[in-house]
């Protein structure tokens, strides 16, 4: 019953608020800083799922543009990784995002980078426009690099894009690791835990050139364990991520 009374709740609480979100934005279309306003908005409702959401900072000096790159776990992630994103903080995605009703409207009015993929050279024609876009409008972007939810399968190898393009656009990669809330949340239970997103150090991709795979999986293994630790922490558990790894590589 309290589940049913929670979805219906947020549910109604996001379609009242849709018309003073989109009178807010029409007072500044398109400005950077929407994006995070908006996304936090939405994230506090994740106070009525009975998460509560920690943010550390490893670093206090986050440059002005970035790429900023977070691990994909399911529909919860829209109520935890919000908090961490700063002001000018925007996502890429399809111009075709902007018909669907309601979200669209305010996908695009918030300033979000929207992508024409119906063409030849799709990934870098993307990676150019999006470069263009960090370049003159003084934006970061914020990407899944797994590229599709995990739900629950761990940190899903990294594609290549975002890494690309903060490589085009000459911005650091700043990584985000949120604590696993799969199996977490219970909808039919009045508190849900404690969720951990850690914003990392700024890192100078740039340098990674002649062997950008090889330091892509050195990254990912890094953000692995760290989102490991971080779970373990939020758990209330002792974390050993060594013995984890090798009984899962012994498994295979």
């Known amino acids: 019953m309290l589940a049913v009374i929670r979805i219906v709740f947020i549910t109604v609480l996001m379609l009242s608020a849709f018309p003073f979100v989109i009178l807010y934005c029409l007072t500044r279309p398109r400005h950077p800083d929407l994006v995070h306003q908006i996304g936090v908005l939405i994230a506090k409702c994740g106070y009525f799922v009975g998460i509560d959401v920690e943010v550390r900072h490893q670093s206090q000096n986050l440059p002005d543009k970035a790429v ?41 009015i918030t300033g979000n980078i929207l992508i024409d993929r119906d063409r030849r050279n799709k990934a870098a024609d993307t990676i150019k426009q999006a470069a263009s876009a960090i370049d003159q409008r003084h934006l970061s972007v914020w990407m899944f690099p797994e590229g599709t939810r995990s739900y629950g399968r761990g940190l899903q190898a990294f594609k290549t894009g975002a890494f690309h393009l903060a490589m085009q656009a000459k911005v650091p ?29 700024p890192i ?13 999986r050195h990254l990912h293994d890094t953000m692995e364990q760290r989102i490991y630790e971080l779970t373990m922490e939020a758990r209330g558990e002792a974390a050993d991520y060594q013995s984890v790894h090798q009984q899962q590589a012994n498994k295979h």
């Open 68 to 108: 900023w790159i977070a691990n994909h776990q399911n529909s919860y992630d829209m109520f935890t990784l919000p908090f961490a994103l700063r002001k000018g903080v925007v996502s890429i995605g399809k111009k075709s995002l902007a018909k669907i009703p309601f979200f669209g409207q305010i996908y695009w």
């Open 173 to 201: 990669v700043l990584p985000i690791c949120c604590s696993s809330t799969h199996g977490q949340i219970k909808l039919n239970r009045w508190k849900n835990g404690k969720v951990i997103v850690e914003v990392g150090k």
């Open 204 to 216: 100078d991709v740039g340098l990674w050139k002649d062997n950008l795979r090889t330091e892509i």
